[in-house]
């Protein structure tokens, strides 16, 4: 006989991560919620992130029907409710990202055209960078990611083929075996239960939160060199250490104006407070000076909104650029605050209800006390004392009634214990040229044979809650393995966000905006391929005639499967 489990999660008395009718962060839902309706469809996807977008965009455009939900009031993960604009590599205008990847991309800026008061000299550029910030081609504001994503999908929410449940976060999962038949989502809104059932359930939420509750085995933190045999492993596993979270926040420059109010609560708390990391930081962490992620030596970049030196803080990851927007649009340029300066390290969101919510706390009175100290006691580089007081958060741009971003940014999650595991000696590339022992020439990342798509970043780790400092190493072109999106032992679960199998090290590369939305892509793609096909996705990835034939689907589709020679 089956056995049959449900598995009730802290999710009903862990707080809420949103801001919505108005609940605010820190209330529990009431545990006395009523039940309303099941639903069913062909796949339930957890998680409204980037991975779970493009999961149910592939799921609905190959022919299933799709139930998605997400906790926040947005969908779009760390483009939009995170408030993080793309981390990419530097071709990526030209190739290295799935077609709908560059689709998304280019909405993004047709919507700047179409909608926004650009000037004609920005209007008239093919590579629009609205905030003209230095991190990547494209930074723009968080709204406008959302509505060309609201773009992409509302065809399939006119027809409903796919349904999306907005501020409703998963409670309690039901399993029979090896299977999982079912979840049940609180929605926060109402506080009604709802029951969701499907053949298939994708992961795409931002800590892994299916994984505990379905019982499916999963991993934290680092793993030790022994296990792993990584370069940059470290001699022992620690579960706890996980690269550090950022609570984001965008703030605009109007020279001449006071915003400055009351300081936060911990506001001398964190304004002395100095990061015990080894090797050392090099003081307290409210100083334009860090370490260096590549050398750890102390590096000082400028910060002066008024000049907008390149280079800066200030235009790193600058969103919204005055010049290229007619003049009287806006009052000042606007700059997305995710700094070393913001890394919350004291803590993760893993844990128990108590600790979750004290780190939740403190990760948001860390932001806002870096704001406070940006306005009031920064040091100013034009001899005009301390402090930014024509600093101004901008609520209206994160949908939140703070200005903080609706979600901290999550670097880190639970991993699913994998049919595959990406380790740094397959795409690292001080480690691959250890395992090849060629210390010089080209070398390439590891050819996986199940590949379903494509990324390329640095094995960029920040600062962990373990007190490591930055391990920012170089990692090579890579690809997204199949087996890594499939867990060892639960049959119809897929993974489609940070969850995936890598370890502490390899995340640092996999974890970026282009791969995650690959990487979800794949999963919603191969959802379907398997409900055509009657096979299990373990059996799809096993068998070359059906993984030829699903990798082909993949590129006719778009999906590149590997780097151009």
């Not at 009351?262 to 050392?280: C, G, H, I, K, S």
């Not at 001080?430 to 070398?443: F, H, Q, S, T």
Request: charged share 20%.
């Amino acid at each position: 006989m089956k056995r049959r489990r449900l598995l009730q999660s802290l999710a009903l008395s862990t707080p809420a991560i949103l801001w919505s009718n108005q609940t605010a962060l820190g209330q529990n839902p009431k545990s006395t919620a009523r039940e309303a309706h099941s639903l069913k469809a062909d796949v339930v996807i957890l998680g409204g992130g980037l991975g779970g977008v493009s999961a149910a965009l592939a799921a609905a455009r190959n022919g299933l029907r799709v139930i998605l939900t997400e906790e926040t009031d947005w969908i779009g993960g760390q483009l939009t409710a995170q408030a993080v604009p793309p981390d990419e590599h530097k071709n990526i205008e030209s190739y290295g990202a799935n077609a709908s990847y560059r689709e998304l991309r280019n909405r993004i800026r047709d919507y700047y055209r179409n909608h926004y008061p650009l000037t004609e000299a920005a209007k008239a550029k093919g590579w629009l960078n609205p905030g003209e910030g230095g991190v990547s081609r494209l930074c723009h504001e968080p709204r406008v990611a959302l509505a060309a994503m609201y773009e992409m999908i509302n065809s399939h929410l006119s027809t409903g083929r796919i349904s999306l449940l907005l501020n409703h976060k998963l409670a309690a999962a039901h399993t029979e075996g090896d299977k999982i038949i079912g979840v049940t989502v609180h929605d926060l809104r109402n506080n009604v239960s709802r029951s969701l059932e499907a053949p298939l359930f994708i992961d795409a939420t931002e800590l892994g939160d299916l994984l505990p509750l379905s019982e499916t085995e999963w991993v934290t933190g680092s793993e030790s060199q022994s296990e792993t045999g990584e370069l940059h492993a470290p001699e022992k596993a620690n579960p706890n250490n996980l690269q550090a979270a950022t609570w984001c926040f965008p703030i605009e420059y109007v020279d001449g104006e006071n915003f400055v109010g009351e300081a936060p609560t911990n506001y001398d708390f964190w304004r002395n407070y100095v990061p015990q990391l080894t090797p050392a930081w090099p003081g307290p962490l409210f100083s334009f000076t860090y370490s260096n992620p590549r050398t750890l030596e102390p590096r000082t970049l400028p910060f002066d909104p008024k000049t907008e030196q390149k280079g800066s803080w200030w235009t790193y990851r600058r969103i919204a650029w005055k010049s290229n927007f007619q003049a009287g649009s806006y009052a000042g340029s606007i700059s997305l605050v995710n700094w070393p300066q913001n890394d919350y390290l004291l803590g993760h969101f893993l844990g128990s209800e108590e600790e979750t919510k004290r780190h939740l706390d403190g990760a948001r009175q860390l932001s806002l006390s870096l704001f406070h100290w940006l306005q009031t006691e920064a040091p100013r580089p034009d001899g005009g004392g301390t402090g930014w007081p024509g600093l101004r958060l901008r609520p209206e741009l994160t949908g939140s009634p703070d200005g903080l971003a609706l979600y901290p940014y999550i670097r880190e999650a639970r991993r699913i214990r994998a049919e595959f595991t990406v380790l740094e000696q397959h795409v690292g590339e001080d480690a691959r040229r250890v395992e090849l022992r060629r210390p010089e020439g080209e070398i390439k990342a590891v050819a996986f044979e199940d590949s379903v798509g494509i990324g390329s970043y640095n094995i960029d780790l920040h600062p962990s809650t373990g007190g490591d400092n930055y391990i920012d190493v170089r990692s090579l072109p890579f690809q997204i393995p199949l087996g890594a999106l499939i867990p060892q032992r639960v049959e119809n679960l897929l993974a489609a966000n940070k969850n995936i199998g890598t370890t502490h090290i390899t995340n640092g590369c996999y974890r970026l905006h282009p791969v995650e939305w690959g990487i979800g892509e794949a999963a919603g793609a191969l959802a379907a391929f398997c409900k055509a096909r009657g096979k299990q996705a373990r059996e799809v990835r096993n068998t070359p005639d059906l993984l030829v034939e699903f990798q082909g689907l993949l590129t006719k589709q778009g999906v590149e499967l590997s780097w151009p020679a």
